[in-house]
């Protein structure tokens, strides 16, 4: 066949394809290995020079033509290459990812962390575990002191437990540093306490402790009250109730006006119209003792949050179960 007579009839057969298939199959036939134009342009090397030449010339280009038309025809007819298929429109907006929430104890303790240190206190941390020495011996609650009662414990052997409060890092901590000092201790506790609205089997404690030569019941009345008055954002009404505690004398609970009923009496603050946030007191010389600080030279204050309270006047929570179920509906809240 001639190879203008080639071109023509493959440009209009290929220009009227109907689809992929039969496009396919006018490929093979001009283009493939026994195609028609394949079948001359092999036959080049057989002819005479100029002949060669000539007809070389003509037949590649048609053959690059073809192709051409081929590809054209098969982007009309939908075919997609794979650069088409991978193509990425990097100017659509993205996908959004959900945000996740913090705890509102992780607020609140991050809070109570930010206000000591700027008082001047160390932030310190502590393990969960304990010895019966520490959580209790050192602290004035020899075995089988009635005391001890007040905090049901979980033993892990005859002398070691999950600890009941954070006050056993006062001891110690006062056995490593020398005094003066200003810390709080920070940390999660253990008791078989029944869980209700308030109570629950683990809960944090955020414990303080401040030795130095003249400290006294103000020291500690001006700091928590400093205290109080920059977490809630406002003046909050505070008094000190006498208590008991082996490790400190004299002792004391600061209670708060209640933030739910502004002091009026509501079911959260039992009708009393205040609510207890810690106990705390003067730091007993026997723990100075069991530290190895002399007692005559120095003079502490001791505290223990309950820092699940402060979380529930904060944001006005009414069961510290919410705080430790993980659902959503309530997290997203903050
Ligand atoms: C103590 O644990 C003392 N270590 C506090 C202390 C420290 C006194 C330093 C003196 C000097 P108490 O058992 O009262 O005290 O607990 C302190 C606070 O922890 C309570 O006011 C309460 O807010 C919180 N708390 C106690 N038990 C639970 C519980 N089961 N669930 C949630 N919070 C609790």
Redesign the pocket.
Known sequence: MNLKNLRNSALKEILGAKNLEELEKLQIKYLGRKGELTEILRKLKDMAEAQRQKIGKFANQLKWEIEGMVEKKKKELGFLSSVDKEWVDISAPGHKLPKGYLNPRTLVLRKVEEIFQSLGFSVIDSTEMETDYYNFQALNFPKDHPARD??DTFYLTDEILMR????PN?VRFMEKHNPPLRVIMPGK?F?R?ASDA????Q?Y?V??LMVDKNISVANFKAVIAEFFKRLFGKEVKMRLRPSY?P??EP?F?PDISCTFCAGSGCKICKDTGWL??????MVHPFVFKSAGYSPYEWRGF?????L??LVMMKYKIND?RLLNFGDLRFLKQF
């Not at 308030?198 to 089997?201: A, F, I, M």
């Not at 207890?276 to 007191?281: P, S, V």
Request: glycine share 14%; hydrophobic share 30%.
């Open positions: 007040m905090q009941t409060h954070t006050s006062q506790c008791r306490d308030t109570h629950d089997s809960f404690q414990e303080g505690f490790f400190t002792s609970e207890e946030m810690a106990g705390a007191g001791a505290f223990g949050f309950g699940e309270r510290i």
